[in-house]
């Protein structure tokens, strides 16, 4: 663990492949987002209210799935410059970014169900 708090870990240009444990971390990471990825894509299509914030969310698993498997590739293959640590940590803190923004729009749920609410009742009232 010490050796993970130190600026020579993040940044070698040559590191150390991942410890095998580390390797079915990643492995089982990138799994469970394409898995993720195939429910979300599953529920977006049924439409409602949801149906944004599940397209948010399906792009966010598609594609960091996909950058997590370039990642463990340059990585298995012990690419000098792209299995450097510090583009983990750079996908990691963007990641995070993204998740943040795509919860946001989370918050604005109630206020879309009240106000399909309103148009509903609105709608009752005028001739078809």
Known sequence: MGNFLTLNYWFNLR??????????????????????AIIVAILKNRGGIYRGLLKRFYAFFVSNAVIGAIFFFFNY????????????????????????????????????????????????????
Request: glycine letters at 6%.
């Open 77 to 128: 293959e012990s690419i000098p410059f792209l299995s450097a640590r510090f583009w983990l940590g750079l996908w990691a803190i963007t990641m995070i970014v993204w998740l943040v923004s795509v919860l946001k729009g989370l918050q604005k749920i109630p206020g879309q169900k009240k106000q399909q609410e309103q148009e509903k009742e609105l709608k009752k009232y005028l001739p078809q």
């Open 15 to 36: 590191p150390e492949t991942l410890l095998p444990l580390a390797q079915k971390i990643f492995i089982g990471a990138i799994i469970l987002a394409v898995v993720l």
